[in-house]
């Protein structure tokens, strides 16, 4: 049975979980918490960094910013996305503000951005707003099924 290695978004503490139980709601052995809540998690860029590298599903990033317009218009689109692709995917929310060098090393000059990663390297990157439909169809071509 493949195992998955997924980073607690409560603790960090990384956990192995066999694919096939991804979806009976996996709990972090460390704090006993949820792997998954069915809400994008906020992180920072030291979080960010250890999800991408670590967990063994996409991870789909928003990266926002609370003064911007189209990012407060999306906050509710990408939490009901958040809802819809979990356990096939890690939802994420970035603040701009705060994440100085992701923005510079991955060329992000507008907000919102999403940025998708697979197997620990960016697949795909767009920026402006989307509905969750729209995020959704952007996102799987990357999902397992």
Not at 43 to 67: C, F, K, S
Not at 77 to 82: C, G, I, K, L, M
Not at 101 to 116: K, N, W
Request: proline share 8%; charged share 15%; hydrophobic share 45%.
């Amino acid at each position: 049975m493949t195992a998955l290695t997924l980073v607690c978004p409560a603790c960090g503490t990384l956990n192995r979980v066999p694919a096939a139980k991804l979806a009976d709601g996996p709990i972090c052995g460390a704090c006993r918490k949820k792997l998954f809540t069915g809400q994008p998690q906020a992180v920072d860029e030291a979080g960010l960094a250890r999800h991408v590298a670590h967990d063994g599903i996409p991870v789909l990033v928003d990266v926002w910013a609370n003064w911007c317009g189209p990012c407060r218009a999306m906050a509710p689109q990408f939490a009901q996305t958040a809802a819809l692709l979990e356990p096939r995917a890690r939802l994420l929310k970035l603040d701009a503000d705060t994440a100085p060098e992701t923005m510079a090393r991955y060329g992000i000059r507008s907000i919102p951005t999403l940025m998708l990663f697979s197997g620990g390297k960016l697949a795909a990157q767009q920026a402006g707003a989307m509905a969750a439909a729209q995020i959704v169809q952007w996102t799987r071509p990357f999902l397992s099924p």
